[in-house]
């Protein structure tokens, strides 16, 4: 049975990237090795991390005023290495769930942490609005899809201080004004690429704005000055993101891919809503166009064990939500067909029929 792959994390990938990936793990090339077995310092590899780069650069039309690397660790890294660069005295940090409060609680270590605003209080089922941002943060912090909660920020907000954004699950899938932002980072398993590595898209100014001594590694000097190549970058996880960056180009690049994401996004979102067994989670206007949170309507809570086992037969896969918010979770990643949502889609439809006949 095809299966429909709505994991939230690590999760779906183009099919050509599984090829290609395959292929290079046989022979890389036509070098008659292994990608996984080459080094780093190879003129066959230095051209696919220089290629991702330039991918990124161009799909998301990155300034020439920023720097962008690849770097181990995945995002929970960044947590403490953003603050340990950039945290003098406060920053700033939207609290939105899960990986913010992570972020923030590292932070801490560091210096000190204002909360400019939070969604807790609904258990962050919504994206604050209008809060005020303090002139005297050293960095203001926001994760602009929650992966957990399925809410995501529909605009790239205007920061008075430097804006550091965690896009580990929306890298991509949208337009993005790159310019309002300080950093940009994110781990790349969620919408790039095999857990492993994570991309920093860093406007360069920050460079000279690291406020401690660091260790090596964890200053951001290092990984611009060396291309990614201070040590041994995620070689594997780097080729993948390649074959995807090289996917979404030729689909017609980010607007295209924000297009279908949209229309994905609305079949199921519309079904959520007209399905009398099911409902939303997330406020209208928040509502995450990569992970796409619900739960069973009022009245009908106790079928939900047995709509995720009605889902599972028919082939659905990773749709148990989150045990923070209950239910369930599709994550709709770029990768994902749109076949897949019209499965799900069907299968809802068909259990309805079978629930309330
Ligand atoms: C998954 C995720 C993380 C954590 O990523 P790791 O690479 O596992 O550390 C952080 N932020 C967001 C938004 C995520 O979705």
């Known amino acids: 049975m095809k299966k429909h792959n709505f994991s939230a994390g690590p999760s779906i990938l183009p099919q050509v990237a599984y090829e ?86 590292e932070a801490k270590l560091y210096g000190e942490v204002q909360v400019v605003a939070s969604s807790e209080d609904k258990n962050f089922s919504y994206i604050p609005k209008g809060f005020e941002i303090p002139a005297d943060l ?102 993948v993101m390649n074959e995807t960056l090289k996917w979404i180009k030729s689909i017609g690049g980010v607007e295209q891919m924000y297009k279908i994401n949209l229309e994905k996004a609305q079949l199921l ?3 959520i809503e007209r399905n009398s067994l099911f409902r939303p989670t997330v406020a209208a206007e928040d509502r995450s166009l990569m992970n796409i949170c619900f739960v069973m309507s009022e009245g009908n809570e106790e079928l939900a064990p047995e709509f995720l086992e009605f889902a599972t037969q028919r ?21 994902l067909p749109k076949e897949s949502v019209e499965a799900l889609v069907a299968c809802m439809q068909e259990f309805e029929q079978l629930k309330t006949k």
């Open 20 to 105: 290609n990936a395959a292929k290079a793990i046989m022979d890389f090339n036509g070098t008659g090795l292994s990608i996984l077995s080459i080094s780093h310092r190879t003129k066959d590899f230095e051209q696919v991390l220089n290629s991702a780069q330039e991918l990124m650069r161009e799909l998301l039309a990155i300034p020439d005023n920023y720097s962008i690397y690849f770097v181990g660790g995945g995002a929970s890294t960044q947590f403490f290495h953003l603050p340990a660069n950039f945290l003098g005295t406060k920053a700033g940090y939207v609290n939105t769930g899960v990986w913010t409060k992570k972020a923030i609680k």
């Open 138 to 239: 050293d960095y203001l912090y926001i994760c602009t899809n929650n992966t957990i909660y399925g809410t995501e920020y529909k605009c790239d907000i205007d920061s008075p201080v430097p804006l550091i954004a965690d896009m580990s699950s929306d890298i991509l899938s949208r337009p993005v004004d790159v310019s309002k932002y300080a950093l940009i980072y994110g781990g790349a398993q969620k919408n790039l690429a095999p857990a492993g590595v994570s991309f920093v898209i860093i406007r360069n100014d920050m460079l000279d704005k690291v406020v401690r001594p660091l260790p090596t590694m964890m200053n951001v000097n290092t990984h611009v000055e060396n291309n990614s190549m201070f040590n041994t970058p995620p070689v594997f996880p780097i080729f």
């Open 269 to 271: 979102y519309d079904e």
């Open 315 to 335: 082939g659905m896969v990773g749709i148990k939500g989150h045990r923070l918010v209950g239910g369930f979770r599709a994550s709709c990643y770029n990768a």
